[in-house]
């Protein structure tokens, strides 16, 4: 099955198939330990008091963001229940993934508001365990970021919670859980959630692509091998096959001369896309939801780490009844077809149409560099090279195997997380300018998310960049230094992290206080 559906790919699973998954009794540790956390810091507000709270917090905690009145803003409701369900992501001769999902589908329902309505989320949990709901993204008060224990009670097993907050920024964004998210999110529990400018830029179809990545058996069951060690000390758990909304999507209709906004979401557990369009020439408009200069990305293609975004005018230039492939080429050696664009007989129109497609721009508070005070972060561990690893004394190759064998692999500043109640990795002033100075000092990618705020990427490896695009997470290369800039505008403690989420469940995560 899975050479027809991804050929390269299929080398993925033979390797797994070597090597293996790590023992149960290992990952089982983890797990074990990830839940004695989860009982460890009990919050004292009972759940009617986050409800209660929850208005107020949503009324007053982003009025420096320049809003509309919370007043004004029409509420949008929508519904998600999250449970085990069955789907067609492969062919149908393949059978159904059993999955956990939103609403019975994968992806979950696609949210949809314009900016400045209010959105009201009741989340009702029918899987047999805890789980939340992030908004990933969004720029809202921090007790409806959906954190377990840092700014919720999680939601317990047939329980409910409701997220109410104002869409402020008009955007592709997406949900997903932040419980135990490795496995929650890679069963399936993921869905688009856009918020639509109040002037759209126009096209012909505005149509949404979530990218999700899986390791299926045979059988086209979902690999249980969730969490395991290899997965966390390397590039995360890449899977053998790839869907778009949640199929395997072998052809994809367009007409000559249509204008299509294709909004990419990643979310995969670890799998980075760098899409080629073949003759076509997208255009990037947006990252991560927020506006950028419209651009055709370096290299000719769109290169999207998990949980990133990226908006794209593409413009149907191919002749009727011609085909054109679309093709992951991230991974050297490992380039797939992961669509393929088929022309119909008639065109749309004989030209591509010239109207302006530059996104107007969020309110988004402008750092000021050179006031903004710096702060380094550095990001440590992982399995490294045999060339790295030759300097290591023996000492420190055992330190290595004892914080492996703790599930402890990946450190921000020195610090592994456990959890996501911690210390601050640093304490912001509200109001500040600040500047992350970051450093990759590991061997692998790492897409860095910064949750309640999105950030101006300034620099990479001391060079400005070009668009300082805003985004709120970050693909950096393997010993790559990016530096980010942003206002610390909304307050209170915030989740930062790697969005390969076996990196995050290992420990690349920390807290952001703002106050
Ligand atoms: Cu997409 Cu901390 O999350
Ligand atoms: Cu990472």
Known sequence: MVVRIVPVVVCFLTRCAIEGPLPGRIAGGLYSRMTMMVHKVLSALTRRGFLAGSAAAGAGALLSMRLAPAAKAAVREFNLRCGPDEV??????????PVWCYNGSVPGPEIRVKQGERLRLTVENGLAEETTVHCHGIRLPNRMDGIP????????????FVYEFDAVDAGTFWYHPHQRSFEQVGRGLYGPLIIEEHEPVQVDRDITWVLDDWRLEPSAAISDDFGNLRDMSHNGRIGNSVTINGQVLETFPVRKGERIRLRLINAANARIFGLDFAAHEPIVIAFDGQPVTPHTPQGGFIVLGPAMRCDLIIDMTGEPGSRMEVIDRFYEGGEYRLTELVYGDTPLRDRVPDTPIALPANPLAEPDIAKAKRHEVVFNGGMMGG??????????????RDMMRSGKMWFINGVAAEGHVMEPLLTLARGESCILAMTNATAWHHPIHLHGHSFRVISRNGAPTQHREWQDTVLMAPREEVDIAFVADNPGDWMFHC?????????????????
């Open 88 to 97: 067609q992501l492969v062919p149908e001769e393949y059978g159904q993934t």
């Open 149 to 160: 224990h840092l700014t919720q009670k999680p939601i317990g097993a047939g329980e409910r």
């Open 387 to 400: 060339m790295m690893m030759r300097g290591m004394g023996p000492r420190m190759m055992r330190d290595m």
């Open 499 to 515: 969005h390969i989420l076996e990196h995050q469940a290992a420990g690349m995560m920390g807290v952001m206080r703002v106050s």
